[in-house]
Every structure is written in C-alpha cells, then in structure tokens.
C-alpha cells in the first residue's frame, strides 16, 4: 500500500461512479496503472465492493435508533441464533459486539416509531436477551463512509 494506492482509494471512496480515465485523473496517475492498481486492491479485498449511497429521508427512512442489547448468554450456539437471526431484519445496518456495559449495538433504520416498534419485536423473537434499550437519532450532524486513510502504513 503506497500514496498512489491511498489516494485511488480516497477518489474511490469519495465517488467510484466515474470512469477508469476520471478515477485515475483524480488521483493524479494515468488510466493503465489505475486500473492495475484498482484490481489489485480487490484481490488483495481492501476494496469489498462499490455501492450508490441513498438518501435516507427522501426514502422515508428518517429515524436511526442505536439499540443496545444485554444478553446473560454468551455461548457459541446463542451468538450463531442472534447473529444469524438479526442478519435477516434488513433494517438493521450494522450489528457489533462490544466490550463493556452492553454485549451489542445495533443501528436500525425506520420510518416512525410505530415502525420501529414492529422491528423491536422481531428483534426480540431472535433470541433470549436479558435487557433491551435505544436511544434515537434526532439529527445526524456528520455521517460518513470515508475511511481515514492518512494514517495507512504510518509508524505507530
């Protein structure tokens, strides 16, 4: 991983919607070698795979709740049952295991609170879970899906 490499993958992050001669113009390098470059960086799976960005208002997905979840079972079989079955509730974005005072935060997207209630309770059919609480969203300041990518191969 070079400056070439991280900033093909800034411009990638930034847009992947241009052309090869775009991405390549953007990032100072010419058409070939970008184009190397980029298929290398997806064998190598630095990049996983390219996607449009929506407007979560304008698709009448505008409540973003955090839900943290406390569970008093903490066996391989359990995590397979939860993993799995909150997997398959697409309003779910992003699901992680955390250390500390919660075992899993989850961001769930809804339309209203009566669409989020009628996610929590197929969220709660998944498994056993000993405490279940949310907090929501009222107003993203700063959303991203740049990584930083400055600090890549620097010296810690």
Not at 76 to 94: N, T, Y
Not at 105 to 125: G, P
Request: include cysteine; aromatic fraction near 6%; proline fraction near 3%.
């Amino acid at each position: 991983m070079d400056s070439i490499d991280r900033k093909i993958l800034r411009e990638l992050q930034r847009d992947c919607s241009g052309s090869i001669a775009e991405i390549a113009d953007r990032a100072g390098v010419s058409q070939t070698p970008c184009w190397r470059r980029i298929k290398k960086l997806e064998e190598a799976g630095y990049i996983t795979q390219r996607v449009a960005l929506l407007d979560q208002d304008l698709l009448n997905l505008g409540m973003t709740a955090y839900v943290m979840i406390k569970t008093s079972h903490h066996d391989d079989a359990w995590l397979k049952r939860f993993s799995e079955g909150v997997s398959l509730i697409p309003e779910v974005m992003e699901i992680h295991r955390m250390a500390g005072d919660i075992d899993y935060l989850l961001k769930i997207v809804a339309t209203d609170m009566s669409d989020y209630d009628r996610i929590y309770k197929r969220l709660i059919t998944v498994a056993e879970l000993f405490d279940v609480s949310a907090s929501f969203s009222m107003e993203r300041i700063k959303t991203s899906t740049e990584l930083p990518l400055d600090r890549i191969g620097a010296p810690r």
